[in-house]
């Protein structure tokens, strides 16, 4: 990819939950797939990798293909073994790249944080892993439920991750602009004395049955 992409830059300014309601509620990898470093944001383009189980040389071949400002997305079924820790971090840093997103485990995790290598990763292991099978890159892949193709947008924070079709990017980026212009003034008239209640259109009193 050539050059910074501006809906990149209008998709770090979102909450992954605005995003993901902005969406039509769609796009939400499972919640098991957590941040290794509380605070930590992300927001970028999927380049895939799909693994065997206990093997990580497709994501080597992975960090390759990405670019500055791309996000790491590995499907390894949801194994758990340290199929990343502080050298591929140092090599995907080296190269710009953004975040891993995987639907597997990680190791080196007081690495990554000293380092602040973005990881959204389903668990922790020392296990070690070989680097035999070649696996695919920029193929589509499911990770954590989701059919993520190369190229399709992602945004991670505290809360998740949701990855967003390249084709419905600039319409849900829109009402996700939207929708958090529209929470930050319900929050203000909150903070000066309104209610939900009378803010979100809700009826005060449960309809009679």
């Known amino acids: 990819m050539t ?8 998709l770090a300014h979102l909450d992954a939950a605005t995003v993901h309601e902005a969406a039509g509620r769609i796009g939400d990898l499972a919640p098991h797939i957590r941040p290794v470093t509380p605070g930590t944001r992300a927001a970028g383009r999927a380049v895939t990798a799909s693994v065997q189980p206990g093997d990580n040389r497709a994501i080597h071949r992975a960090v390759l293909q990405a670019g500055a400002g791309d996000i790491l997305v590995v499907d390894a079924g949801g194994h758990i073994a340290g199929y990343w820790g502080e050298i591929l971090a140092v ?55 989701v059919v993520v193709a190369p190229g399709d947008y992602l945004v991670a924070d505290d809360d998740g991750v949701v990855a967003i079709p390249a084709a419905r990017i600039d319409e849900i980026l829109e009402a996700a602009e939207s929708r958090a212009a529209k929470e930050a003034h319900i929050m203000a008239e909150l903070e000066g004395g309104g209610t939900t209640i009378e803010l979100m259109g809700l009826p005060r009193e449960p309809a009679n049955v």
Do not use: M, Y
Request: with cysteine; aromatic share 4%.
């Open 3 to 10: 050059g910074p992409d501006p809906r990149v830059s209008r």
């Open 91 to 145: 090599a995907a840093q080296a190269r710009g790249i953004a975040a891993l997103v995987i639907d597997g485990g990680c190791r080196d995790v007081s690495a990554l944080r000293e380092r602040a290598f973005p990881v959204w990763s389903a668990g922790v292991s020392v296990h070690g892993t070989v680097k035999v099978h070649p696996g695919t890159v920029n193929e589509t892949v499911s990770v954590g439920g």
